[in-house]
Nanobody, 123 residues
Framework: QVQPVESGGGLVQAGGSLRLSCAASRRSFSEYAMGWFRQAPGKEREFVASISWSATSTYYADSVKGRFTISRDNAKNTVYLQMNNLKPEDTAVYLC????????????????WGQGTQVTVFS
């Protein structure tokens, strides 16, 4: 079982950047596809980005393409979400999720979820 734990959220002005981290406590972390999702108040949870276990494949939501980058360091059991040029509409709780094996097409089904980290972008 993988237990994702997110960190790195905060308050940032529009146009700024944040880097989210998701640490997963399992030695076989490298066998898991990882995804980032977000949920704003009153809205459905939505897919943001995902990455295969080998980092050779990634997917992005259209709304974040060109601004967000997902990456992973299997030696550190950590996946990252670099968020640049943030907009107020990016404000949400960002959740990290894990799925054993093959990276699914978005949004995909994930088995393990973190508690989330709040990102607030003000103009």
């Amino acid at each position: 079982q993988v237990q994702p734990v997110e960190s790195g959220g905060g308050l940032v002005q529009a146009g700024g950047s944040l880097r989210l981290s998701c640490a997963a406590s399992r030695r076989s972390f490298s066998e898991y596809a990882m995804g980032w999702f977000r949920q704003a108040p009153g809205k459905e949870r939505e897919f943001v980005a995902s990455i295969s276990w080998s980092a050779t494949s990634t997917y992005y939501a259209d709304s974040v393409k060109g601004r967000f980058t997902i990456s992973r360091d299997n030696a550190k059991n950590t996946v990252y979400l670099q968020m640049n040029n943030l907009k107020p509409e990016d404000t949400a709780v960002y959740l990290c999720a894990a799925r054993f094996g093959v990276l699914p097409r978005p949004p995909g089904q994930y088995d393990y979820w973190g508690q989330g980290t709040q990102v607030t972008v003000f103009s």
